[in-house]
């Protein structure tokens, strides 16, 4: 399988961040023949897919098909997959953020008002969290620190820091009688 270039990795990982795995704004810098370089080896390995915008939500444009209509880039699973994250995990972030409310801006200070990319890589410890958190029947903290390893305090700071806070995931708690204390993603 062919590795990614540092340049193609970026355009990934952004797009697993974003609502529809959506390509762009591609990296600062990267336009013209490079860009167009990079986006055709990209579309000829199956990484990324040219599909229609969507201009009533103002989606950005790569090309104009000359009918009043253009097309955007979408990151596939396979490009998901080729760094490394799964595809599962990063349209369940993507589409958490994606139904999230808008905050209001004036609320917000400068230096938090734009989101960095998060990208969830596969067979990672938080990446087995967020799996056993997706499964209907959930887990516990004792349940996670089998899977991982981790400490059980380590556990309950990814679940509030890493996945709550960071990532902005919805994680239910519920006490369930035999189990003790679920946590869960909702469906």
């Known amino acids: 399988m062919t590795t990614p270039s540092d340049t193609q990795s970026l355009i990934l990982s952004r797009a697993a961040t974003r609502p529809g795995n959506l390509a762009l704004p591609l990296p600062e810098g990267l336009v013209g023949a490079a860009a167009k370089m990079v986006v055709g080896k990209m579309i000829a390995r199956g990484w990324l897919e040219e599909v229609e915008a969507n201009l009533r939500r103002s989606e950005p444009l790569w ?5 009043g209509h253009g ?19 990063a349209s369940a972030v993507a589409s958490v953020r994606k139904a999230k409310p808008k905050p209001d801006p004036a609320q917000i200070p400068d230096d938090t008002a734009t989101a960095k990319p998060v990208a969830i890589r596969a067979g990672t410890k938080q990446a087995q969290i967020i799996a056993m958190l997706q499964r209907p029947e959930g887990a516990t903290v004792a349940e996670m620190v089998a899977a991982t390893g981790w400490l059980a305090h380590t556990v309950r700071g990814c679940i509030s820091g890493a996945l709550k806070k960071k990532l902005g995931l919805p994680i239910a708690a519920e006490k369930v009688e035999g189990r003790g204390t679920v946590y869960k993603m909702p469906a």
Not at 63 to 67: A, M, S, V, W
């Open 71 to 89: 097309t955007t880039l979408i990151a596939t699973e396979a490009g998901l997959e080729a760094i490394g994250i799964e595809p599962l995990t």
């Open 63 to 67: 090309r104009e098909t000359g009918d």
